[in-house]
């Protein structure tokens, strides 16, 4: 679809005639018509001054698809049911895969270190569960921490070893 087709179909979903959309817009029927047929080309003025008429978004109006604040209250239920169908597919898809991977985990023999490890993390986290800002500026720390050292720059790897370390003072009450 393209514009002029847009302004036609929008205007009909509306309710709006021809001549009444014109005349608000102070413009001939006619001219509205050759829009309307693609005969005529639209400056930005003029889309967004239609848009307005219309009481819909510049974007709805050129490309055809709503954007949230075209929709109307029965789209938004939809749209809102179907992105919580979404939402809760893709928790369970990551529920069933966690279990897995945890059965996974469970039926292999692991040595102490590795319990100690996977119990010394589950503490941890069952500790700052709470502090989601500290649990995140960790992983993003010992992610950057990562990536610096593969890449083989001392001075950005020495600057979040110390960023860290800081991080870990203040959070330990460390002086």
């Known amino acids: 679809m393209n514009i002029g087709d847009n302004i036609r179909k929008i205007r009909k979903e509306k309710n709006i005639t021809q001549s009444q ?6 413009i001939s029927q006619s ?3 050759d829009l309307e047929n693609n005969r005529k080309n639209l400056g930005i003025k003029t889309i967004e001054k239609i848009a307005k008429k219309l009481n819909v978004s510049v974007a709805y109006l ?11 209250d029965k789209e938004k239920r939809e749209m809102m049911s179907k992105l919580s169908h979404e939402i809760s597919k893709t928790n369970m898809e990551s529920e069933l895969n966690l ?25 941890f986290y069952e500790l700052e569960k ?9 992983s993003v720390l010992l992610q950057m921490l990562r990536q610096h050292k593969m890449s083989g720059s001392k001075e950005a790897y020495d600057d979040i070893t110390n960023e860290f ?7 330990l009450n460390i002086k």
Not at 62 to 72: A, C, F, V
Not at 131 to 136: G, S
């Open 130 to 138: 709470t502090e989601d800002d500290n649990l995140l500026f960790i």
């Open 21 to 26: 959309l014109a005349t608000s817009l102070e």
């Open 31 to 33: 001219y509205l018509s």
């Open 99 to 123: 279990k897995s991977n945890l059965l996974d985990l469970i039926q292999r023999d692991l040595k102490y270190r590795d319990v100690h490890y996977f119990n010394n993390i589950y503490n």
């Open 165 to 171: 370390n800081d991080f870990l003072k203040r959070y």
């Open 62 to 72: 050129t490309s055809g698809n709503k954007m949230l604040r075209d929709l109307n």
